[in-house]
């Protein structure tokens, strides 16, 4: 497997014995639909334009002036077809947008909902098949009246596989209203908190942890049988190691350790940390939530030299 999914491990949660509208405003902005594709000619009219389908859509119903306001990008992909996540895995290429808003006007960060670990012979990717919502945030400036139209648009491009890739560009549009829309719910798993999932991450000098059940100290509860299971970001400087360490089962708790490897010459200029998804499966293979870690490295070293382990929960 190549480092840039090494990381990618999975962990069966072992426990003595135990088996992881668009409506009103919405109608502003024009759903990008393909033409319908039939007979001979289909493969021919195959676009990464005609395969995903793309529009800008309100996550909630008003807006107020310097207060955050959820957005999406709405991505309706072919069957049989995918996108990928930030970080594609063996192949592939991330989601690219460009905002184009009014001045004054700030976006905010994007959030990807859990992504399919998707497997073919050969290599394992991480992305999206069907439909798939970025959200993020739109912030009016707070010193002057919102404006009765606020125009919206994103400049997107995308790499969508099957069999072959092939790349897609589109720009997409909408118009918002101050108040009276209607909040489109995406369908997606979002990331929370580890504390939420009953889980605890830590890094140490070289490796990261991810610690279930009572050595957690967590309110939450990972259901017995379950599988955790890390997915890395693109994390320059810094890979996962090829090998996972067995579950390390103590009682009722539960241990993955993904060992670490740090470059900072390959850091390309970016701060070294350790990042990426915690995603929980339950037994029936039904998601059952995830969480963001991330952990600086290069920390002030201990008397003994060894780096202090730093903990997220």
Same mark, same amino acid.
Request: proline share 12%; charged share 15%.
């Given at each position: ?29 024009? +759903? ?18 005609? *395969?995903?389908?793309?529009?800008? /859509? ?41 905002? /184009? ?11 990807? &909902?859990?992504? +399919? ?22 912030? @009016? ?14 400049? *997107? ?18 118009? +918002? ?44 509860? /990972? ?12 994390? &320059? ?8 360490? &067995? ?39 039904? @998601?059952?939530?995830?969480?963001e870690i991330a952990f600086p490295l290069g920390l002030p070293q201990t008397p003994s030299g060894a780096t202090p382990a730093k903990e997220q929960r």
């Amino acid at each position: 497997m190549s480092t840039a999914l090494v990381g990618l491990v999975s962990l069966a949660m072992s426990f003595a014995g135990e088996g992881p509208a668009r409506a009103s405003t919405l109608a502003a902005a024009t +759903l990008q639909s393909p033409p319908p594709i039939s007979g001979r000619a289909a493969a021919a009219e195959v676009t990464g334009e005609t *395969l995903v389908q793309t529009d800008i /859509v309100p996550l909630a119903a008003a807006m107020e002036p310097g207060k955050p306001f959820p957005i999406g990008v709405r991505y309706k992909v072919a069957p049989k077809w995918h996108l990928y996540w930030r970080n594609p895995g063996e192949s592939g290429a991330p989601l690219g947008i460009e905002w /184009v808003v009014p001045e004054g006007f700030k976006v905010g960060q994007l959030e990807y &909902p859990r992504p +399919l670990i998707i497997e073919h012979p050969g290599e394992v990717t991480i992305g999206y098949e069907s439909e798939l919502v970025l959200r993020t945030t739109l912030t @009016p400036p707070a010193d002057r009246p919102l404006p009765d139209l606020i125009s919206v648009e994103a400049k *997107l491009d995308w790499l969508v596989c099957s069999n072959k890739c092939l790349m897609g560009r589109r720009t997409s549009k909408v118009t +918002l209203t101050k108040s009276g829309m209607t909040p489109f719910a995406p369908s997606g798993e979002y990331p929370t908190t580890l504390e939420k999932l009953g889980l605890v991450a830590m890094v140490n000098d070289d490796s990261l942890i991810i610690r279930a059940g009572a050595l957690s100290s967590s309110p939450g509860s /990972v259901s017995r049988g379950s599988s955790i299971r890390f997915v890395p970001d693109l994390t &320059p400087g810094v890979t996962y190691g090829a090998t996972v360490p &067995p579950a390390v089962v103590v009682g009722d708790a539960t241990e993955l350790t993904i060992p670490l490897t740090v470059k900072p010459q390959n850091a390309l200029g970016e701060p070294l940390r350790a990042a990426g998804l915690v995603i929980i499966t339950l037994p029936d293979g039904k @998601p059952a939530g995830c969480a963001e870690i991330a952990f600086p490295l290069g920390l002030p070293q201990t008397p003994s030299g060894a780096t202090p382990a730093k903990e997220q929960r």
